[in-house]
């Protein structure tokens, strides 16, 4: 393996909500730390409704001797509430956030003492100063709330403005919408690294249901081809394998500064990517 080809991973997990799915979830992270993450991030369901499975998890984690990410979402929040979920995590030692606007529940009004995530950003240094690491959101193929492309470039320029120091985007599965991403960031000045989010193929079901909630874009042509293969699930997975491991190596040779896996609280998939990509240490 050639200086060239090494790049960061870090990976991402979901808060188990079964003590089944916890101990899975143990099992899945032994497994992929053979990988030698950067860092492991752990999801914060919507107005903060996982959040003693994510701090929980986030915990687990750091005891395991990894570097470990506390997603912390703003919406519906008050100042005084992250205030205390900020103690809470610098007192069991987080030194990395991913800072979101996050998602309402369904039936729960806006309210809250937030409106972006930039005003979540510029919180954590007002009361943390350098104390963490902080990563916000980034959207190559526009968030789907946005009212443009340019008004959702500027809302990302405001959060790394307030204080971000790098970002994560949502998974795509297109490399030119990552590096027009990066250019059009960098004409505006903002030069913070932008790590790709890697979706592993496993499921196209799952895969569709998802980027229809999130607004991710499937090219046609791998929706088309997930289509025909139909229940087969082993050509769905190979097929998979292939498609996110050319787009890795797109990414790594365009300068990507690392990738970020979407784990689904699985293993199988990252590992076998990684290995291809000749990362597995």
């Keep these: 393996m050639t ?10 997990f979901f808060p188990p909500k079964t003590p089944e799915g916890v101990e899975k979830l143990r099992v899945v992270r032994q497994a992929l730390y053979a990988l030698k993450p950067e860092f492991c991030s752990v999801t914060f369901g919507a107005g903060g409704s996982t959040q003693e499975g994510t701090f929980n998890t986030v915990r687990e984690i750091l005891a395991e001797g990894v570097a470990a990410a506390s997603h912390l979402s703003c919406v519906g929040a008050t100042r005084e509430g992250v205030r205390g979920q900020l103690a809470l995590l ?4 987080v030194k990395r956030l991913v800072a979101l606007r996050g998602d309402l529940p369904s039936g729960y009004g806006a309210g809250g003492e937030f409106q972006y995530a930039s005003d979540l950003v510029t919180f954590i240094r007002t009361e943390t100063g350098n104390d963490f690491h902080i990563e ?9 709330q946005a009212k443009s492309a340019e008004s959702d470039l500027k809302a990302f320029a405001t959060k790394a403005r307030a204080g971000a120091d790098s970002a994560i985007t949502q998974y795509f599965y297109n490399s030119d919408a990552y590096f027009r991403f990066v250019e059009d960031a960098d004409a505006l000045g903002v030069q913070i690294p932008v790590v790709p989010g890697i979706m592993p193929i496993t499921s196209s079901t ?3 249901r998802f980027s229809d909630a999130c607004g991710a874009e499937i090219p046609r042509w791998i929706r088309l081809r997930l289509q025909a293969f139909g229940d087969d699930t082993a050509s769905i997975k190979a097929f998979g394998l292939d498609v996110v491991t050319d787009l890795c190596e797109q990414l790594r040779a365009g300068g990507a500064p690392g990738l970020h896996f979407y784990s689904m609280n699985q293993n199988t998939a990252t590992l076998e ?8 240490k």
């Design 90 to 93: 610098q007192a069991i030692g």
């Design 136 to 144: 916000v959101a980034a959207y190559p193929e526009i968030h789907p």
């Design 273 to 280: 990517i990684c290995s291809r990509l000749g990362l597995q």
């Design 206 to 208: 799952q895969l569709m």
């Design 3 to 12: 200086a060239s080809s090494v790049i960061p991973v870090s990976i991402e």
